[in-house]
T-cell receptor, first 113, second 115 residues
């Protein structure tokens, strides 16, 4: 069974730039959720994708957007990066209808300078 | 809205000591409750869960009981090991509708266990 994999593991960007983070879901899972974890804080829900559509969103501005592909992998895009976007971005996959079995990847550490 | 409050850390214990990490929540309806653990440089791993009142989740010697009357889900372990050193997160989920993948997390509690 292949777990959730995220790439890249680390990334450094400059304020105002754009970034794309990638996530491959665990085999058999069709739903992907993204979380932002600032240093010393708990993860905050960004949004979830199911059937290639956004299916729930947290309190994040529109410059945070995403995609899900037919193979259930997903991307998180952030435009016009701000210093406060520096965080660990976590992807989690699950099978739709079974929310009690979220599986997390190891995350992408984004630093905005 | 939903919220989760964990006891402030960090928590430092000696090996074989008793562990309690307090967690209380505010939520509508009947949420499911979780404890996740995060080891350095890694993502979150599900430690245990409980889906209804009075359920007890348990795993690897850790236990937590879903107490609806006190809206609590405290994590306990009778004898901690150095390998238990990690950050522990309490979380809840209101299943249904668009909320399937949405967990609300507490701020995390850092546990350090010394030999």
């Amino acid at each position: 069974e292949t777990g959730v994999t995220q790439s890249p593991t680390h990334l450094i960007k400059t304020r105002g730039q754009q970034v794309t983070l990638r996530c491959s879901s665990q085999s058999g899972h069709n739903t992907v959720s993204w979380y932002q974890q600032a240093l010393g804080q708990g993860p905050q829900f960004i949004f979830q994708y199911y059937r290639e559509e956004e299916n729930g969103r947290g309190n994040f501005p529109p410059r945070f957007s995403g995609l899900q592909f037919p193979n259930y992998s997903s991307e998180l895009n952030v435009n016009a990066l701000e210093l406060d976007d520096s965080a660990l971005y976590l992807c989690a996959s699950s099978f739709h209808g079974e929310p009690k079995a979220l599986h997390f990847g190891n995350g992408t550490r984004l630093t905005v300078t | 809205g939903n919220s989760v409050t964990q006891m402030e850390g960090p928590v430092t214990l000696s090996e074989e000591a008793f562990l309690t990490i307090n967690c209380t929540y505010t939520a509508t309806g009947y949420p499911s409750l979780f404890w996740y653990v995060q080891y350095p440089g890694e993502g979150l791993q599900l430690l245990l869960k409980a889906t209804k009142a009075d359920d007890k989740g348990s795993n690897k010697g850790f236990e937590a009981t879903y107490r609806k009357e006190t809206t609590s889900f405290h994590l306990e372990k009778g004898s901690v090991q150095v390998s238990d050193s990690a950050v522990y997160f309490c979380a809840l989920s209101n299943a249904g509708g668009t909320s399937y993948g949405k967990l609300t997390f507490g701020q995390g509690t850092i546990l350090t266990v010394h030999p």
